[in-house]
Structure formats: C-alpha cells, structure tokens
C-alpha cells in the first residue's frame, strides 16, 4: 500500500522559509517523479515543483523558481520542498504526489500540509 505523508507546514510571516516533507512508503521516490502541488482556497490545483527518476533533474513553476528547491534522499525515501522568501500569494495547501513513469499519471496522492503566509 502507497502513502505519502506531508509535514512542516504552518503559519509564518512574509519573507520566512519552511521546509516540507515528503515520506513515502510502499513506493520508491527515486523510481518516479515526485512533484509538489497546491492549492489556494477557490482556486485550482497548481504545480509547483518536481524532481524525475534516476539523476533527479528538477522542474519549477515560473511562480517559484529562485526561492523554493526541491530535492530528494533516497535513504530516507522522502522528497522535501524548501520553501524560501515566502509570499502571501504561497498560502496554500501543499500535495505531494508521485507520476508514474510509464504512464505519466500522478496515481498517489498525500493529504496534504497547510502552508499559510502573512503580510
């Protein structure tokens, strides 16, 4: 059975960092491609970050390129998202999820972690 646990959201202040969690089990983070996504209230779900299989290249939406980072460690199976420079527009809850590569689906999903950002 897949899960996907998030952690490390809260409330901060504009300009903050926070850096989220992602723990899998029942898959292997270096065998897909891990991606984080968001959702505002009254808003779509948006992409926000990824990171593929094997070597682990990365991808970012335009919104955050230059403050958040992506990364992974396959010891602890786990995918992070560090969150940097922080904006009222960030709030969100964050997914994280997991693409298959043969068919390119997100089949797994977290609950997801509360990410809120104050003026």
């Known amino acids: 059975q897949v899960q996907l646990v998030e952690s490390g959201g809260g409330s901060v202040q504009a300009g903050d960092s926070l850096r989220l969690s992602c723990a899998a089990s029942g898959l292997t983070v270096s065998s897909y491609r891990m991606g984080w996504f968001r959702q505002a209230p009254g808003k779509e779900r948006e992409f926000v970050a990824a990171?593929?299989?094997?070597?682990?290249?990365?991808d970012y939406a335009d919104s955050v390129k230059g403050r958040f980072t992506i990364s992974r460690d396959n010891v602890k199976n786990t995918v992070f998202l560090q969150m940097n420079s922080l904006k009222p527009e960030d709030t969100a809850v964050y997914y994280c999820?997991?693409?298959?590569?043969?068919?390119?689906?997100?089949?797994?999903w977290g609950q997801g972690t509360q990410v809120t950002v104050s003026s």
């Open positions: 999820a997991a693409q298959d590569r043969v068919t390119y689906r997100y089949d797994y």
């Open positions: 990171v593929r299989w094997g070597r682990g290249s990365t």
